[in-house]
């Protein structure tokens, strides 16, 4: 399952950067959030303060998710720059942020019968859901309004 995810990301990527008509709406001169040399060091710095123990395997582990937690700050930046949200990308990100929220409840299920919790897992995916807390109640005053797009507050 990991492979078909990631495969298909990268097919996504290539297609959104690469391929017509999709290439067409990616704005170079608007993204400018400077990936590498936020993201990577930001989530290095995060799993040395919060990891799941200190084998390769561990850290890689933590890293990830780690680096899915703030991976959403790109999406931000740009939201923030346009004010102005399409419909299917607010639908889009909004299902990200549910995703992250019945991930949540997973924890308390697994917490609640197995007993099982970890702390790298409800840091890391505490801070995702607190980036994406923000859009969502913009979404759900759009939606509850019957706009068709979402405009942010400034």
């Not at 391929?19 to 060091?41: A, E, N, Q, R, W």
């Not at 759900?140 to 797009?149: L, N, T």
Request: glycine share 4%; net charge neutral.
């Amino acid at each position: 399952m990991k492979v078909f995810f990631i495969s298909s990301t990268l097919f996504i990527i290539y297609m959104m950067r690469f391929k017509k008509p999709f290439c067409t709406t990616y704005d170079s001169m608007g993204d400018d959030f400077p990936h590498l040399m936020v993201l990577i060091p930001a989530a290095i710095v995060l799993t040395c303060i919060v990891q799941s123990g200190w084998t390769p395997w561990e850290l890689t582990w933590s890293f990830s998710l780690w680096l899915e937690s703030i991976a959403f700050l790109p999406q931000i930046v740009m939201l923030d720059k346009i004010r102005i949200v399409e419909n299917i990308t607010s639908h889009y990100m909004a299902a990200l942020g549910l995703y992250r929220f019945f991930y949540i409840l997973n924890w308390i299920y697994r917490w609640q019968v197995d007993g099982f919790y970890c702390w790298t897992q409800i840091l890391s995916g505490s801070l995702q859901t607190g980036l994406y807390v923000d859009f969502l109640y913009n979404y759900y005053v759009s939606i509850k309004e019957g706009k068709s797009i979402i405009e942010l507050p400034i």
